[in-house]
């Protein structure tokens, strides 16, 4: 069986057969009719294309997860390109539904993780091109271009929907704040330490 093939079938085996009148959904997401199901639905285009870097952090993300290749609904795998400026980081952030796998495709990259409570360690390591690192599902991590260059790397997640979880913008930027009084307990700082970097997200 060709692989084209073995995809068409898993599609149709995770979805099974929707109605018209009544669609069905998996992961929150509508499956369609077999007979409807095209090439289209497997496919992506652009991960060629260099993100651009040009914001705050100095890197972006490019994703092709369920929403942007409906194929992959079922399967359990999606994959992002990461362009990184001179001194661009990929910020500290969470993956609540994957577990991630980066190579360096050019570029050195400094990439970390933070383990669970109690222990809390940085584990962290500087990768060079071809370089390969595991970031654990749900566990903090984040990536530096430690290069003189721009870097790129290429992330593989075992989930059609990994989801994101920024952490700074998840917590100075939620909508609303997160009470001023709260954070500067937690971080031990002054609250308007706190009202100024919320003022940033």
């Known amino acids: 069986m060709t692989s084209h093939w073995l995809l ?8 099974s057969l929707a109605f018209a009148s009544d669609p069905l959904f998996v992961n929150g997401l509508v499956c369609k009719e077999a007979r409807l199901v095209q090439a289209d639905d497997f496919f992506y285009s652009g991960l060629q294309l260099m993100g651009n870097t040009s914001n705050a952090v100095g890197s972006a993300v490019t994703p092709v997860t369920v929403e942007e290749l409906p194929g ?17 980081i990929n910020p500290p952030h969470t ?3 994957a577990t991630e796998i980066l190579t360096v495709m ?4 400094l990439v970390g993780f933070v383990t669970s409570n109690p222990q ?19 566990l ?4 530096k271009n430690v290069g003189s260059g721009y870097a790129v ?13 920024t952490i700074a913008n998840a917590v ?17 700082v002054d609250i308007n330490v706190i009202y100024q970097i919320q003022s940033k997200f």
């Open 8 to 15: 068409f079938g898993l599609l149709v085996a995770g979805c």
């Open 72 to 88: 992959l609904n079922t399967l359990g795998i999606s994959m992002a390109r990461i362009d990184f400026a001179p001194q661009g």
């Open 95 to 97: 993956h609540p539904r």
């Open 106 to 109: 050019e570029g050195r990259i």
């Open 120 to 138: 809390i360690r940085l584990i962290t390591k500087e990768l060079q091109k071809g370089d390969v690192f595991v970031f654990p599902e749900g």
């Open 140 to 143: 903090i991590h984040f990536q």
């Open 153 to 165: 790397a290429i992330a593989a997640l075992s989930s059609q929907n990994p989801g994101v979880i």
């Open 172 to 188: 100075f930027g939620s909508n609303p704040d997160i009470a001023g009084d709260i954070l500067a307990k937690a971080f031990q």
